[in-house]
T-cell receptor, first 110, second 110 residues
Framework: DADVTQTPRNRITKTGKRIMLECSQT?????MYWYRQDPGLGLRLIYY???????NKGEISDGYSVSRQAQAKFSLSLESAIPNQTALYFC?????????FGPGTRLTVL | AQSVTQPDIHITVSEGASLELRCNYS??????LFWYVQSPGQGLQLLLK??????LVQGIKGFEAEFKRSQSSFNLRKPSVHWSDAAEYFC????????FGGGTRLMVKP
């Protein structure tokens, strides 16, 4: 079984809809991250959490929110999706100096 | 500000030829450095990492990378490329956060 899982793997939605992307991990790590990937830009950090009570904005947090429901779960929400949020989204955990990535969620906003 | 740069957006090599993918970093101190590979439709897989010590790092799939402090570089190399190496490659540096380069897409000619 994968250590970091993301659901859904693919999602198509319309402008203005609320969307939640979920991430779960079985690695027991305290630190979790959400990134988005756009062509030519690599991965950019949206939000990160060092533990259940510690949530921080990353480089591109506008238009997103997160919830750390438990050590193992970290959800990303788009309150009102817009087309330029179409991207590939990755969740990751950090153990020691290494990050472990989920398989990604491909989100398309029409 | 911390940054990681991959100067080459696309590289095409012939199967069996050698490969070098460039990565430059800008950090106040030597960061932890990573190379990841992303095959089409897949998540990120860690190829290798550098924390300290020997500046030539061996990774999986026959890849290696050399840390050169004087050039602020961490270039990825492989002596003989296989068609299955076609993918996108990301260099990343970790200070407080993991910062990614924009990626290099590798194409392999038969």
């Amino acid at each position: 079984d994968a250590d970091v899982t993301q659901t859904p793997r693919n999602r198509i939605t319309k402008t203005g809809k609320r969307i939640m992307l979920e991430c779960s991990q079985t690695k027991g790590h305290d630190r979790m991250y959400w990134y988005r990937q756009d062509p030519g830009l690599g991965l950019r950090l949206i939000y990160y959490s060092f533990d259940v009570k510690d949530i921080n904005k990353g480089e591109i947090s506008d238009g997103y929110s997160v919830s750390r429901q438990a050590q193992a779960k970290f959800s990303l929400s788009l309150e009102s999706a817009i087309p330029n949020q179409t991207a590939l989204y990755f969740c990751a955990t950090r153990g020691g100096n290494e990050q472990f990535f989920g398989p990604g969620t491909r989100l398309t906003v029409l | 500000a911390q940054s990681v740069t991959q100067p080459d957006i696309h590289i095409t090599v012939s199967e069996g030829a050698s490969l070098e993918l460039r990565c430059n970093y800008s950090y106040g101190a030597t960061p932890y450095l990573f190379w990841y590979v992303q095959s089409p439709g897949q998540g990120l897989q860690l190829l290798l990492k550098y924390f300290s010590g020997d500046t030539l790092v061996q990774g999986i799939k026959g890849f290696e990378a050399e840390f050169k402090r004087s050039q602020s570089s961490f270039n990825l190399r492989k002596p003989s490329v296989h068609w299955s190496d076609a993918a996108e490659y990301f260099c990343a540096g970790a200070g407080n956060m993991l910062t990614f380069g924009g990626g290099t897409r590798l194409m392999v000619k038969p």
